[in-house]
């Protein structure tokens, strides 16, 4: 499975602003940049024409312009050259969604619904950014361990001695996972 093929939150909307931005995911190398109407682009940071990194660059009418010879590309890595305008140039981009106060990502075309956090009686205590280099079962694991969460997070009202009465059940589907 490829990592890019998925969903994944990669930075908080409000580090985000006038100026590009570069993450790195799967080895990969983003530029992440709002175009003036506030919408979100993510190309591939290494231009075509040079190899400049494009988060060294400006935005300009709705594109990212390369600070090294100007080429400009749009949300979709269609681009264009300042000297040339009928030359086809494209570069590869992601799909975006914000959403819970993070800029998601995923590999253009890619058939992966997003994650769906509608869940009767959730309530969002916080989010938080963590890299975990580690299979996601671990994670899981890590996050439904029950007597974590009554020990460290004792301002959701768990009583410690319900812990008994506690039940979980993880459901892994190829786009999420479930818990119940």
Not at 157 to 173: A, H, L, M, T, V
Request: glycine residues 4%; positive net charge.
């Amino acid at each position: 499975m490829k990592i890019l093929d998925h969903w994944q939150p990669v930075l908080k909307s409000n580090k985000l602003k006038n100026k590009p931005i570069e993450i790195e995911i799967a080895s990969k190398k983003i530029t992440l940049f709002r175009d003036k109407d506030n919408h979100v682009g993510a190309i591939i940071s290494r231009c075509p024409h040079r190899g400049m990194n494009l988060s060294h660059g400006d935005i300009k009418d709705n594109n990212l312009v390369c600070t090294y010879h100007g080429w400009s590309f749009d949300k979709k890595g269609n681009g264009k050259s300042p000297c040339n305008p009928n030359m086809k140039i494209e570069t590869n981009y992601f799909d975006i969604r914000e959403y819970n106060d993070y800029i998601w990502l995923v590999k253009s075309g890619s058939q992966a619904k997003f994650p769906e956090f509608d869940i009767p009686n959730f309530k969002n205590i916080t989010i938080f950014h963590r890299r975990a280099e580690t299979p996601l079962e671990c994670v899981t694991d890590n996050f439904h361990e029950f007597e974590h969460f009554p020990r460290t997070h004792q301002s959701i009202g768990y009583d410690f001695k319900q812990i008994i009465e506690s039940k979980i059940d993880i459901n892994f589907f190829p786009d999420k996972i479930k818990l119940e």
